[in-house]
């Protein structure tokens, strides 16, 4: 019994991901449509950025923070350098995450961040979204 549950629980874990647009107009008209802010990923796919990928692969992988994502945000990936998304989101440094809320930029985060640290930000944005 013990090893259902817990291949129930590794699938459903599996299955948990963000849906993520890939065209910033599509998500921002989305994120008008719906009155959810935006959450946008950028990253550099070539060459390959490591703290890009490590962001991906362990704290965007995170259950608590992809159903917190997916509650409150419409959720877009772009790359840095063939994207098109506004040039004043141009960031120097990836990755780089945008909290956009209608036309202002509520929150910018550089770097990669843990899960620990990055829900902690998560919760503050909460709070800034929620006054």
């Avoid at 449509?33 to 070539?46: D, G, Q, S, Y």
């Avoid at 509650?71 to 945008?98: C, G, H, M, N, Q």
Wanted: hydrophobic share 40%.
């Amino acid at each position: 019994m013990r090893k259902i549950l817990i291949l129930i629980l590794a699938s459903l874990t599996l299955f948990a991901s963000i849906n993520w647009y890939t065209d910033f107009n599509k998500a921002y008209q989305e994120s008008l449509a719906t009155n959810k802010p935006l959450f946008v990923f950028i990253e550099r796919l070539n060459p390959p950025c490591q703290w890009c990928h490590k962001m991906k692969t362990t704290t965007l992988k995170d259950p608590k923070i992809i159903d917190f994502i997916k509650k409150y945000f419409i959720a877009v990936k772009l790359d840095r350098d063939t994207s098109d998304y506004p040039d004043e989101l141009y960031p120097r440094y990836v990755p780089t995450i945008y909290v956009i809320q209608k036309e202002k930029v509520i929150k910018r985060i550089i770097g990669y961040w843990s899960k620990e640290d990055f829900w902690s930000d998560l919760k503050d944005i909460e709070r800034t979204l929620h006054k």
